[in-house]
């Protein structure tokens, strides 16, 4: 059989064709399905590949999401975690391409508890444990960065005890020394936190982890410290800034709301009971530090300085005489009491008259010259106002009606007397004070509890049902149809089936007129095993055949009844082509 055609004058050149085989690959594939062999064995195969969806299907949806629980964990520790979670009924898996050690994600949150009291894993590396596993040789870098490894892991760790840390990770940027002044830069960290569901860290407590920090590193100061949650929030505030200041002051007015209203739950809950009213204050609070210097002066004045001399006549005066010492113990003469003039300043003005109360002029003095000089008091008073004070303050008091009835306008009256003496009340300040009394809107238990649909083993039961309804219908639409065509089948090979089949057979088939059925030989069809079945065909009457339709039918009949010649017979008639 040849695979060219023959030129032609059309077709100049010959032309290789593709072999049949591969011209059709979806014929083929159709010619293997439809051999005898494949088709016996097609709904077996398929039930096994049924069945086999199912199960993965079902190992797919019915096992658990997994969550790590360690990683990089060495064998002593992997052998000890893993008894641990078998003896408490947790199940747990090793990836062995990864090498972590995995459990069921409901079960997460119970194995770290449980490994935690246990003390698992042990022998996990951190903290200045680390620096004990240095081979000896080893460069000064990988000293120094393993050094640093060892100080973020322990540093670390000791923010982890914070109640509300969950988890933490340190970064130190540690510049290396150098000799010149001017090139050495300060080192600085870095925190990250995970804080525990719900929780939050205040601000005393973020100062703290900043100074915890920075006392553990020498040179580090506590402004180089940034603190960051696991939302990406900055934990840490400058303390430098108008931003700083407008946090401060939005703070102290904060506390000073707190304070007041702290102090209204506590007058109010013996009084109407806790959960019947709600308070809230506004408070407006001076937060502007002033001072003020202030200067004043007596008119009277005082005597700063003086300068100056005097003259006097020394004619009426004694000349000291005798020996030195020896009128030491006598008494002095009397004095005389003389009239004097008011001196003027001038030379040869009489003396002043003595002050009433003040020391006797000096007799001997005619004349003086001073020159003085006054000042008057100055009293100097710095005042500084302190931050803090309220200039206005608003409260707003609302209460629950009781269920049958409604307060008294007295009732309220007297509830706004106490909550005006609680907060310091104050016209000239205009303070405001309001207290009305509305009913509350129903809060029900049922809104407060947990919805059904974040119950937690709600995936675990979805999960299985999905995986069960899968399996069924894999079952009910793929395996079930299979087995009774597969039930069928042996039912029809059954011996009582054949009985039943022989007992019928070589009867005659009629048509609907109730005359026998004509083959193509002219003789009636005769029925087998309840099948009509024509006689065996001969190759006469292939040849003696009238049309083109019955040849056809002759040459399915006999190629039916002989399959072995038929097929000696196509193999006889490739050769030929082939030959020719």
């Avoid at 002051?249 to 739950?265: M, W």
């Amino acid at each position: 059989m040849s695979n060219a055609l023959t030129p032609s004058p059309q077709n100049p050149a010959p032309i290789t064709l593709v072999p049949e085989k591969f011209a059709n690959p979806l014929r083929q594939i159709q010619g293997v399905f439809a051999q005898p062999a494949v088709r016996r064995a097609g709904p077996m195969a398929l039930m096994v590949g049924l069945i086999g969806a199912a199960g993965l299907a079902w190992s797919a949806l019915s096992t658990p999401p997994q969550k790590v629980l360690f990683s990089g964990l060495p064998d002593s520790d992997k052998a000890a975690v893993t008894s641990a979670l078998s003896a408490a009924n947790i199940t747990s898996h090793i990836d062995s391409s990864s090498d972590a050690l995995t459990v069921d994600e409901e079960d997460f949150s119970k194995a770290r508890m449980l490994l935690a009291g246990q003390g698992l894993p042990k022998a996990a590396p951190g903290g200045y444990a680390i620096l004990d596993q240095l081979p000896m040789g080893v460069s000064r870098a990988v000293e120094g960065e393993r050094l640093r490894q060892a100080r973020e892991t322990e540093l670390a760790r000791s923010i982890q005890e914070i109640d509300s840390v969950a988890e933490a990770r340190v970064h130190l940027a540690m510049p290396e020394a150098s000799v010149f002044v001017r090139d050495n830069a300060a080192p600085s960290a870095s925190v990250v936190l995970k804080l525990q569901g719900g929780r939050s860290l205040s601000d005393a407590q973020v100062r703290s982890i900043v100074n915890l920090v920075a006392s553990s590193v020498p040179g580090m100061k506590p402004d180089a410290v940034t603190v960051v949650d696991q939302l990406g929030g900055l934990l840490t505030k400058s303390g430098d800034g108008a931003d700083a200041a407008n946090d401060k002051r939005i703070e102290f007015q904060r506390r000073v709301e707190d304070k007041y209203r702290q102090q209204l739950i506590q007058l109010l809950t013996p009084l109407v009971g806790a959960g019947n009213f709600t308070a809230e204050v506004q408070a407006d609070v001076n937060l502007d530090e002033t001072s003020a210097t202030r200067e004043s002066y007596d008119k009277d004045g005082r005597l700063r300085a003086e300068t100056g001399n005097w003259t006097g006549n020394m004619a009426t005066g004694q000349a000291p005489a005798g020996i030195p010492g020896a009128l030491s113990n006598t008494p002095p003469p009397a004095s005389q009491l003389s009239t004097p003039q008011p001196a003027t300043g001038a030379p040869g003005t009489p003396q002043a008259k003595p002050v009433a109360g003040g020391p006797a002029p000096d007799p001997a003095k005619q004349t003086d010259s001073f020159q003085r000089a006054y000042d008057l008091n100055k009293e100097v008073s710095v005042t500084r106002a302190a931050p803090g004070n309220i200039k206005r303050l608003s409260v707003a008091v609302l209460l629950r009606d009781p269920e049958k009835g409604k307060r008294t306008a007295m009732e309220i009256n007297q509830i706004n007397d106490l909550v005006k003496s609680a907060v310091g009340f104050d016209q000239t300040r205009n303070d405001n004070v309001t207290v009305i009394s509305r009913k509350f809107a129903d809060a029900t238990d049922a809104n407060d509890a947990p919805k059904w649909y974040d119950n937690a083993w709600l995936p675990v039961l979805a999960r299985n049902v999905t995986a069960l309804i899968i399996a069924l219908l894999v079952l009910l639409l793929g395996v079930r149809p299979i087995a009774k065509a597969l039930m069928k089948k042996r039912e029809d090979a059954s011996p009582a089936v054949i009985a039943a089949q022989a007992a019928t057979a070589g009867t005659p088939l009629l048509g609907e007129d109730g005359q026998p059925l004509l083959g193509a030989d002219g003789q009636p069809l005769m029925s087998d095993a309840g099948i009509a079945v024509a006689p065996p065909v001969s190759l006469d009457q292939i040849e003696t055949s009238r049309s083109y339709e019955e040849r056809i039918g002759a040459v399915r009949g006999f190629t039916r009844d002989n399959p072995a010649r038929a097929a000696l017979a196509v193999r006889d008639m490739i050769t030929a082509e082939a030959k020719s």
